[in-house]
């Protein structure tokens, strides 16, 4: 048996999402037929490794602060960069400005490098799951609370978003998720019904927000663990 977010009807707002994922879940009977039309994939920390565990340090000792305190500024703020409210240069700038520094702009050019390349590793076996996925005809898309600045400089070197029929990205439609209308833009551009598309994230947070509409959520452990979890739904 495994556990599924159809006909998902408990909350009808968002107050519960931080509850654990598998408390919440339907459990489907192994070899259910469900209907699905579409699979959409996070990106950092799914289709790509999470963040080089270098790379807070690398941005740290280029500030010329301590790690812990580059991590705290660094996702305290992150929201508004995934949102597109700020730019790379801004961001960085006013991160800094909170902690007494006043950056140049080749210091902020350097952070930005630094932290983009660090989400551009590519999991091969994410990377084959999805194709695998491509052949079969079934719709495939990209959800990610993600940054201009890596889309302008990364995105087109990275032949997994071509493979997509659709991408949405937190910077470019002005929400992130959780946010519930940022999975409401991903099921219009996708043309299914929340029960018809099945999503996955390494972060519970967001799997419970898709839970909650009615999306065949799973929070992320490996591509093993996906493919096994899809052929259980009838995907193949």
Known sequence: MFLSGKNWKLFPDESNLFFPVKQFCDIIPT????????V????????AFFQNTQAMKEMADLAGIDESL?????WDNRSIYDQGLVDGIGFFKNILIDVGIFADPDLLEKLIVCDIESWSRVNPESEELIRELKTSGIKLGVLSNIVQDFLDRIKETLPVFRLMDTNVFSCEVGRVKPDKKIYEILLSRLG????????FDDMELNVNAALALGIHAFLWESPEKARKELELLGVS
Request: hydrophobic share 45%; charged share 30%; with cysteine.
């Open 192 to 199: 299914c019904e929340a029960d018809e598309l099945v999503y």
């Open 31 to 38: 070899g259910a037929k469900v209907g699905i039309k579409a």
């Open 40 to 47: 959409a994939f996070d990106y950092g920390g799914v289709i």
């Open 70 to 74: 580059m991590k705290k500024i660094y």
